[in-house]
């Protein structure tokens, strides 16, 4: 592309190295970069799902077997195997390998990377307000701002084919989430850089939204979730996960979703948690560590979460403050190669750790203030070198999708569109991006197209792997 892209690069803004920033170029030329980008990367063309030869997408699953904790592995696909919209949220690595096929456009930004409906969500902001925003960043690196649009059309669309939507309420919904997102970077396109990078979205406006468009069921169950928000943090985590033990409270053992490290060590499991904390304490601003200096490690277990991150090793870590009504819940979470990687190279940073960590920062409103990463040498036994850390639970809500109605699919959809764009206009360039977009509905019904297309691929994946199960290629435990 011969115009200039008025940008810091997304990895180069990371780097510990100096960078000589040239002075950006005008809006204008900025403006005709991004619409020059129409020519070889027609708006249209973004309807189109080529499909490799040598397709493969139980191949490209059992590929990530090879990383993962062997006893974890049928958990994911017995959680991926409930229906296509569960195979979809497990499979970012199937579609990546699809984006990659297919044409792309030269306007980088920070992806998220797994940008589905689940990956949104409310949770604490360190001024305490319940926010909205991207909440899983495993497999966030720079790329094209369309990939993730993508992935979050074709969530919209799956969900709304689990829901049994008619296909008109479920081509609505896609196309409110995409028009929020054009509209949206269109605004910030506008807007000053500190307006900006302040920019954010709380749950009440949300729940106003969905009373709006009439959805009160769903209304008042978000805003019934909303107001317990606040006990859904470390003394809620500490009265369901732990129990009394010679006067302090220890991990409860619940095989195989939750298993303390002493039950899992095969040498001295005390050795290996200094050298991972030391590691943990590093990485946090020094205000942070102060703070956490106050409490001490009392306990520390494995624990399965979410569906495609069944396997990778996940860790909660007990620490008390001033006193055992005093607790702070961790959560250290593996983090491996980016599955956009093979398709879009390194993100340049030492660690997988640091790179969700940077990329978490980068893209949300308002990050943990406990966020930071691990990377120990050598390997201790049981801990992956590369893991991520913030708090266990924070507030954390979400939406349920299987009883949301279709307005509430379009509203909910456009919220994680305007929050998407947000995050996109932090660490790209807004004005060339929604110069490319324009003001049509041209390239909101090109992605509406491909997220039927892949819809329909994506339920031909799920029978892929209902029927390897069937024939032993993999193994599988329903019902965890």
Same mark, same amino acid.
């Given at each position: 592309?011969?115009?200039?892209?008025?940008?810091?690069?997304?990895?180069?803004?990371?780097?510990?190295?100096?960078?000589?920033?040239?002075?950006?170029?005008?809006?204008?030329?900025?403006?005709?970069?991004?619409?020059?980008?129409?020519?070889?990367?027609?708006?249209?063309?973004?309807?189109?799902?080529?499909?490799?030869?040598?397709?493969?997408?139980?191949?490209?699953?059992?590929?990530?077997?090879?990383?993962?904790?062997?006893?974890?592995?049928?958990?994911?696909?017995?959680?991926?195997? @409930?229906?296509?919209?569960?195979?979809?949220?497990?499979?970012?690595?199937?579609?990546?390998?699809?984006?990659?096929?297919?044409?792309?456009?030269?306007?980088?930004?920070?992806?998220?990377?797994?940008?589905?409906?689940?990956?949104?969500?409310?949770?604490?902001?360190?001024?305490?307000?319940?926010?909205?925003?991207?909440?899983?960043?495993?497999?966030?690196?720079?790329?094209?701002?369309?990939?993730?649009?993508?992935?979050?059309?074709?969530?919209?669309? +799956?969900?709304?084919?689990?829901?049994?939507?008619?296909?008109?309420?479920?081509?609505? !919904?896609?196309?409110?989430?995409?028009?929020?997102?054009?509209?949206?970077?269109?605004?910030?396109?506008?807007?000053?850089?500190?307006?900006?990078?302040?920019?954010?979205?709380?749950?009440? !406006? =949300?729940?106003?939204?969905?009373?709006?468009?009439?959805?009160?069921?769903?209304?008042?169950?978000?805003?019934?979730?909303?107001?317990?928000?606040?006990?859904?943090?470390?003394?809620?985590?500490?009265?369901?996960?732990?129990?009394?033990?010679?006067?302090?409270?220890? +991990?409860?053992?619940?095989?195989?979703?939750?298993?303390?490290?002493?039950?899992?060590?095969?040498?001295? #499991?005390?050795?290996?948690?200094?050298?991972?904390?030391?590691?943990?304490?590093?990485?946090?601003?020094?205000?942070?560590? @102060?703070?956490?200096?106050?409490?001490?490690?009392?306990?520390?277990?494995?624990?399965?979460?979410?569906?495609?991150?069944?396997?990778?090793?996940?860790? =909660?870590?007990?620490?008390?403050?001033?006193?055992?009504?005093?607790?702070?819940?961790?959560?250290?979470?593996?983090?491996?190669?980016?599955?956009?990687?093979?398709?879009?190279?390194?993100?340049?940073?030492?660690?997988?750790?640091?790179?969700?960590?940077?990329?978490?920062?980068?893209?949300?409103?308002?990050?943990?203030?406990?966020?930071?990463?691990?990377?120990?040498?050598? #390997?201790?036994?049981?801990?992956?070198?590369?893991?991520?850390?913030?708090?266990?639970?924070?507030?954390?809500?979400?939406?349920?999708?299987?009883? =949301?109605?279709?307005?509430?699919?379009?509203?909910?959809?456009?919220?994680?569109?305007?929050?998407?764009?947000?995050?996109?206009?932090?660490?790209?360039?807004?004005?060339?991006?929604?110069?490319?977009?324009?003001?049509?509905?041209?390239?909101?019904?090109? =992605?509406?197209?491909?997220?039927?297309?892949?819809?329909?691929?994506?339920?031909?994946?799920?029978?892929?792997?209902?029927?390897?199960?069937?024939?032993?290629?993999?193994?599988?435990?329903?019902?965890?």
């Amino acid at each position: 592309m011969s115009g200039k892209i008025a940008r810091v690069d997304v990895q180069a803004a990371h780097s510990h190295s100096r960078v000589s920033v040239e002075p950006p170029p005008a809006v204008s030329e900025r403006a005709a970069s991004g619409r020059a980008v129409r020519s070889e990367c027609p708006r249209s063309s973004h309807s189109a799902l080529p499909i490799a030869d040598d397709r493969d997408p139980i191949g490209l699953l059992e590929a990530q077997d090879a990383t993962r904790v062997p006893e974890l592995v049928p958990i994911r696909y017995g959680r991926m195997s @409930v229906s296509p919209f569960a195979f979809f949220r497990g499979a970012a690595t199937v579609m990546a390998h699809d984006l990659g096929a297919g044409i792309r456009t030269p306007l980088q930004t920070q992806l998220c990377g797994d940008a589905h409906l689940m990956n949104f969500g409310g949770f604490a902001s360190p001024e305490r307000d319940l926010v909205f925003d991207l909440n899983d960043f495993d497999e966030t690196l720079p790329g094209p701002f369309e990939w993730d649009v993508k992935r979050l059309a074709a969530s919209v669309e +799956i969900a709304g084919r689990e829901r049994a939507f008619k296909k008109s309420d479920r081509t609505n !919904a896609v196309l409110e989430s995409v028009n929020a997102y054009r509209c949206a970077i269109t605004r910030f396109a506008a807007m000053g850089d500190l307006a900006v990078w302040y920019a954010r979205l709380d749950v009440a !406006a =949300i729940v106003g939204e969905l009373q709006a468009a009439h959805d009160r069921k769903l209304a008042k169950s978000l805003a019934l979730t909303a107001a317990k928000a606040e006990s859904n943090d470390s003394m809620r985590a500490l009265s369901t996960l732990t129990r009394d033990v010679d006067g302090e409270p220890r +991990i409860v053992s619940e095989p195989p979703l939750i298993v303390p490290l002493a039950e899992l060590a095969a040498g001295d #499991e005390e050795a290996v948690i200094p050298a991972v904390f030391r590691s943990y304490r590093r990485s946090l601003p020094k205000d942070r560590r @102060v703070l956490l200096d106050r409490f001490r490690r009392v306990d520390i277990a494995r624990k399965v979460v979410g569906v495609g991150s069944v396997g990778t090793q996940c860790w =909660i870590l007990l620490m008390l403050g001033r006193d055992d009504r005093d607790p702070l819940f961790l959560q250290l979470k593996e983090a491996e190669a980016s599955v956009l990687e093979p398709l879009l190279g390194g993100s340049g940073f030492a660690t997988h750790g640091q790179r969700v960590v940077e990329g978490q920062r980068l893209m949300q409103a308002a990050s943990d203030i406990f966020l930071g990463w691990v990377h120990t040498e050598p #390997e201790p036994d049981n801990l992956t070198p590369d893991l991520y850390v913030r708090q266990l639970r924070d507030w954390k809500v979400s939406i349920d999708v299987r009883t =949301i109605l279709p307005h509430g699919l379009a509203v909910y959809g456009a919220a994680c569109g305007w929050t998407l764009a947000r995050a996109h206009a932090r660490s790209g360039d807004a004005v060339a991006i929604a110069a490319y977009l324009g003001g049509s509905g041209r390239f909101d019904r090109a =992605i509406a197209e491909f997220a039927r297309a892949y819809a329909d691929l994506n339920e031909k994946d799920h029978r892929a792997l209902l029927e390897a199960i069937a024939h032993g290629r993999v193994s599988v435990v329903d019902g965890v």
